[in-house]
């Protein structure tokens, strides 16, 4: 039988405000245990919630990104279950009237075809505050320093039918918030986490399978592993003759598998009701014409530009507008460079792998986008080959010099262009290989094209690297009679 896969994320997103979404206290990641926790954030007696206006209009904003319905008067709720770190015994969220409406999230996938996928809305919540279950003997310790942090939740519609789909729109979705400004989409810290409500059905059936929810999942590839992995258990089971329950289920990374962690609740279950201590919030069209008016340019439309003003390929300019750092570093490095394909090719070729085996981002680059581009700037004006700019780069990433031209100056690596002298160089190699001279003089066309090949080899290893390949091609040419 052939299945097709349903699947709908739930997205955590933490907004960039200083302090929480209800109380003054600080959102600053990294602090000790409970030092960022008011009175507030405790539930005590005859505290009431404030709330926090930054949040409301980061909210907005995600919505006029993605073309959303905002929701002019929008309610609190209270949604109740208990958890040790929930203080409270309940959660301040947004059910039937959420900030955001109904909005598209467009998606490109690796063949380059594209997807719309359909956003359900984005609700305004609290979020809830740690366990922590190291180092206390068989007990656990709670942390609220993330009690009352603010977070939308972004919920899609079950329109993703591959774990492909699913991790390009969190892709996406991590590209807009961090564009926007209003998270740092950092998924190591919390900051963007995601639930992943998956079911499989018989291919062509209309109704839709049971689902499980894999809950706060923490990495793109974390994401697309326990898709997978949760796939593959629910065709198994079916074909075995079991069913599929309607459950959370937890991803365990280290055993590849996913396995129980309670019965699915319901909405009825958590008894929400609108919460007594806050009023409903209104928005004004004016606000909302306001945030409209200070949108920055967001992935799509930076795309778009890269495309046309610079000339890159829609797969080049889909990689460096992935993120809005490295966005930032390829234009710089464009304009110091005065060559924006060249730009593009470093940034996504050897600055890129570099990163990648250092594990680093791009803001934490050793190279900054000036220095590249004063690096692009040599190769531009043959002072060094291709091959040199490599040796070169290597030293700025070690910090063997300030600059390009400091590392070129220092180890002597300004590439030759004299003809003298290199036409010095190719006599001395011709004149040490006289069969393969013969062989390139009695050879067709085709043929010296590729021995030609050798002769470069030999005279650049001679030069050290730093001749010239146009001058050496040039005057074998004339010297060969090719």
Not at 173 to 178: A, K, L, Y
Not at 246 to 269: C, F, G, I, W
Not at 275 to 289: A, F, G, T, Y
Not at 427 to 449: C, I, M, S, T, Y
Request: aromatic share 6%.
């Amino acid at each position: 039988m052939e299945w097709e896969v349903v699947i709908g994320l739930e997205i955590h997103v933490q907004l960039t405000t200083q302090s929480k979404i209800f109380s003054g206290s600080s959102t600053a990641f990294g602090a000790g245990a409970n030092t960022q926790a008011s009175a507030v954030d405790l539930a005590m007696p005859g505290t009431l919630p404030v709330l926090n206006e930054a949040a409301v209009k980061k909210a907005i904003l995600f919505g006029l990104a993605i073309d959303a319905d905002i929701c002019r008067d929008s309610v609190f709720d209270r949604k109740n279950y208990f958890y040790p770190d929930l203080p409270k015994g309940y959660q301040t969220t947004q059910m039937d009237f959420p900030i955001v409406g109904p909005g598209i999230v467009e998606i490109t996938l690796s063949d380059g075809s594209t997807r719309s996928i359909r956003v359900h809305h984005a609700h305004l919540e609290e979020d809830a505050g740690k366990s922590l279950h190291e180092d206390y003997q068989g007990m656990s310790g709670i942390d609220l320093n993330r009690a009352g942090t603010p977070l939308i939740e972004i919920v899609s519609e079950p329109d993703m039918r591959s774990a492909e789909e699913a991790v390009a729109y969190l892709r996406k979705i991590h590209s807009i918030v961090t564009y926007l400004g209003i998270s740092d989409g950092d998924m190591s810290q919390g900051s963007l986490r995601c639930d992943a409500n998956v079911s499989v059905r018989p291919k062509g059936q209309e109704e839709y399978g049971t689902r499980a929810e894999l809950k706060n999942i923490n990495s793109f590839r974390f994401v697309e592993r326990a898709i997978k992995t949760e796939v593959l258990r629910q065709i198994e089971l079916i074909e075995d003759g079991g069913k599929v329950k309607q459950e959370t289920r937890l991803y365990d990374s280290d055993k590849n598998e996913t396995r129980p962690m309670r019965s699915k609740e319901e909405a009825n279950d958590y008894r929400y009701f609108p919460c007594p201590d806050l009023l409903p919030v209104h928005v004004e069209q004016s606000v909302i014409d306001e945030l409209q008016a200070g949108m920055p340019e967001l992935p799509d439309a930076k795309r778009q530009r890269f495309e046309s003003d610079f000339g890159l390929s829609a797969y080049d300019a889909g990689l460096l507008t992935s993120e809005r750092p490295i966005a930032d570093y390829f234009e710089t490095a464009a304009s110091s460079a005065g060559d924006a394909k060249l730009a593009a090719n470093w940034v996504n070729g050897e600055l890129s792998a570099a990163l990648n085996r250092d594990n680093l981002t791009i803001t934490q680059s050793p190279v900054s986008a000036e220095q590249l581009g004063g690096l692009i700037q040599r190769i531009r004006d043959n002072s060094i080959s291709g091959k040199i700019a490599k040796q070169v780069f290597d030293a700025l990433w070690n910090k063997e010099g300030d600059s390009a031209d400091a590392i070129i100056d220092s180890k002597g690596l300004k590439q030759v262009s004299d003809s003298g002298a290199i036409g010095a160089m190719v006599d001395d190699v011709l004149a040490a290989n006289p069969d393969q001279v013969e062989q390139f003089r009695a050879a067709d066309d085709g043929k010296r094209k590729k021995m030609l090949g050798f002769f470069v080899g030999q005279i650049m290893k001679a030069s050290k690297g730093q001749a010239n390949p146009g001058v050496i091609n040039a005057l074998l040419n004339e010297k060969l009679g090719g």
